[in-house]
T-cell receptor, first 113, second 110 residues
C-alpha cells in the first residue's frame, strides 16, 4: 500500500515556542491531507483538511491562527503549532488516500513543558 | 456533520470467546466503513472495511456487518487471542473524510 511518513516522531518543546510537523506522501500524490489530534485514551479528532495549493479547512473549535497548515506540494503538508501550551500536548496524525482507503502517518507525540 | 457512536467503550473477554463491537452513524451519505486497531503510540491499522453496497464481509476470524437502513455496523471477532487486545475504532467515511467512533478497549484474558 501507499506510504505516508511523518516527522518528527516525537518532540518536546517549551511553552510559548512553535513546533512544525511534516507529513509526506512517499509514493503517491496527496492532493488532500487530513490532520488529526488524539489525546490519551480518546479517539482521533479531525482538526483540519489541507488541500494542495489552497487554504486549509478547519473543524469547528480549532484555531486556524494557532495551528498553521501549509500544503505547498502534492507530497508535503505541514502543521505548525504556534505558541504551544501544555494543553496542546497530544498525538498528532496525518492521513491521505482515496475514497476507500486512508493511509496514516506514524504520528507525532508532542509534549509541551 | 457526521456523528459516530461506538459501544462498548471497554470489553473484556476470555481467550477463545467472541467479541462484538457496535457502531451507529448519523449521515446516510456515508459510504465506507473501516475498522481500525490501534496499539499504544502507534498509527491506526486497518483490519477490515465494508462499503455501503455490501451487507457483510468476512476475513478469517474477523467479520463486519452493515445495516444501512438502521445506520448500524458491527465488528465481530471470533476465537479471540491475547494479541487481539488493543483499542478498536470504527469510522464512517464520506468524500474521503473519516469520522471516528469513540473507541473500544478490548482485553482478551488468557
Amino acid at each position: 500500500g501507499a506510504v505516508v511518513s511523518q516527522h518528527p516522531s516525537w518532540v518536546i518543546c517549551k511553552s510559548g515556542t512553535s513546533v512544525k510537523i511534516e507529513c509526506r506522501s512517499l509514493d503517491f500524490q496527496a492532493t488532500t491531507m487530513f490532520w488529526y489530534r488524539q489525546f490519551p485514551k480518546q479517539s482521533l479528532m479531525l482538526m483540519a483538511t489541507s488541500n494542495e495549493g489552497s487554504k486549509a479547512t478547519y473543524e469547528q473549535g480549532v484555531e486556524k491562527d494557532k495551528f498553521l497548515i501549509n500544503h505547498a506540494s502534492l507530497t508535503l503538508s505541514t502543521l505548525t503549532v504556534t505558541s504551544a501550551h501544555p494543553e496542546d500536548s497530544s498525538f498528532y496524525i496525518c492521513s491521505s488516500g482515496d475514497t476507500y482507503e486512508q493511509y496514516f502517518g506514524p504520528g507525532t507525540r508532542l509534549t509541551v513543558t | 456533520g457526521e456523528n459516530v457512536e461506538q459501544h462498548p467503550s471497554t470489553l473484556s473477554v476470555q481467550e477463545g470467546d467472541s467479541a462484538v463491537i457496535k457502531c451507529t452513524y448519523s449521515d446516510s451519505a456515508s459510504n465506507y466503513f473501516p475498522w481500525y486497531k490501534q496499539e499504544l503510540g502507534k498509527r491506526p491499522q486497518l483490519i477490515i472495511d465494508i462499503r455501503s453496497n455490501v451487507g457483510e464481509k468476512k476475513d478469517q476470524r474477523i467479520a463486519v456487518t452493515l445495516n444501512k437502513t438502521a445506520k448500524h455496523f458491527s465488528l465481530h471477532i471470533t476465537e479471540t487471542q491475547p494479541e487481539d487486545s488493543a483499542v478498536y475504532f470504527c469510522a464512517a467515511s464520506k468524500s474521503n473524510m473519516l469520522t471516528f467512533g469513540g473507541g473500544t478497549r478490548l482485553m482478551v484474558k488468557p
